[in-house]
Structure formats: structure tokens, C-alpha cells
């Protein structure tokens, strides 16, 4: 079973600070996707990164896909409460339909 | 922007009825997916489908569920005899093609008592 573990699990900072979260795996997987999901919906695609050692930039968000395939970061620059949100990623394996969800990083952004 | 609309959003059942969840992926879309999450847990993979059949399947998908894709644009879930450990959101998803990211829907949350 492959298991997708993010840290922190929750974190509450102040607007205008910066953060990091983290996605770790022993497995190795094809592509991994970060999402964010609100109370109620369903996970929303933030980004795919598909390339080992591939930096995406979206906004003020920036995602890193590590360079043996198995972890993913994504660093906020200058959070806002509208990042406040849970930030979940998600790992694909090469010929398989399955996404492997994380565990889920809960951010509260304090203004 | 393209949405993958699910209903009902909320459903209440008792314990052993038979329930169908709706999704209406989006329309050039070729690979569809059920997934679940129990209150306070991880999203889980239930199944996938394309060119009319189930392509993969998790544990979880047992003989009590089933999938259908009746006509060009609905793609249903059926649980036959609902348990309560049934209770969940479950979301429907859709993909134009492999590796691309998934459009989830706003899910149906289904409680079972």
C-alpha cells in the first residue's frame, strides 16, 4: 500500500509570513498533484508536476516535485487569509488510474 | 470554466436501501473515477472507468457497488444495500486523458441510518 504522508498536519500563521508544506513517500510515483478543498466540496487541482526536480510557480505559490519522485513541497510566499484551506496532494503511478491522496495539511492564515 | 456537476448533494438513507449517486463529468472528458471520504479521513479511491467498463477497482468496491455510464453524458454509482460505514462524501472526478489533473465534483454526501 502506498502511503503519501504530509507535515504538518495543521498550521497557523500570520498573514504576510512565509510557509512550507511537505508530501513524503517511500514510493516512487509517475506524476504528483497538489489540490486544495474547502469544508463541504470536492479537492480543486492547484498544480501537476510530472518531471523529477520540477519547480512550478503559480502566483505566490511555488510546488517542487523532488528528484527521486517520491516528495513534494509547496512553499507559500506572503500568506493571505484566502490561502486559508486544506492543502492536500495526491501521487499517480505509471499505468494505474488511482491517485494516492495525502493526509492533508490544514492551514489557517490569521489576519 | 467546465464543471463536473454531482446530485444529489445530500442523501439520506436507511440502513440496507439501495442508493444511486449521479455525475455529470464534463463532456469531452474520457476517463471518470469514484471517490469517497468518510468524515475527517483521507479521499479514497473507489473506481475508475473508461470505454464503458470498470478499468480499476479498489477493496473497497465490493459487489454491493456499481458503476454505470447509461447514456453519453451521466455516470452513476450504485450502492445496493447500504451500510452504515457507507456514510461519506463521494466525489465523482473526470479526465480528458491519462495524467492530466482530475476535476472533482462538489460531491453528494451520504448519510446512512
Known amino acids: 500500500t502506498q502511503l503519501l504522508e504530509q507535515s504538518p498536519q495543521f498550521l497557523s500563521i500570520q498573514e504576510g509570513e512565509n510557509l512550507t508544506v511537505y508530501c513524503n513517500s517511500s514510493s516512487v510515483f509517475s506524476s504528483l498533484q497538489w489540490y486544495r478543498q474547502e469544508p463541504g466540496e470536492g479537492p480543486v487541482l492547484l498544480v501537476t508536476?510530472?518531471?523529477?526536480?520540477e519547480v512550478k510557480k503559480l502566483k505566490r505559490l511555488t510546488f517542487q516535485f523532488g528528484d527521486a519522485r517520491k516528495d513534494s513541497s509547496l512553499h507559500i510566499t506572503a500568506a493571505q487569509p484566502g490561502d486559508t484551506g486544506l492543502y492536500l496532494c495526491a501521487g499517480l503511478n505509471f499505468g494505474n488510474e488511482k491517485l494516492t491522496f495525502g493526509t492533508g495539511t490544514r492551514l489557517t492564515i490569521i489576519p | 470554466e467546465p464543471e463536473v456537476t454531482q446530485t444529489p448533494s445530500h442523501q439520506v438513507t436507511q440502513m440496507g436501501q439501495e442508493v444511486i449517486l449521479r455525475c455529470v463529468p464534463i463532456?469531452?472528458?474520457?476517463?471518470f473515477y469514484w471517490y469517497r471520504q468518510i468524515l475527517g479521513q483521507k479521499v479514497e479511491f473507489l473506481v475508475s472507468f473508461y470505454n464503458n467498463e470498470i478499468s480499476e477497482k479498489s477493496e473497497i468496491f465490493d459487489d454491493q457497488f456499481s458503476v454505470e455510464r447509461p447514456d453519453g453524458s451521466n455516470f452513476t454509482l450504485k450502492i445496493r444495500s447500504t451500510k452504515l460505514e457507507d456514510s461519506a462524501m463521494y466525489f465523482c472526478a473526470s479526465i480528458p486523458d491519462r495524467d492530466y489533473g482530475y476535476t472533482f465534483g462538489s460531491g453528494t454526501r451520504l448519510t446512512v441510518v
Open positions: 463532456s469531452n472528458h474520457l476517463y
Open positions: 508536476v510530472v518531471t523529477g526536480g
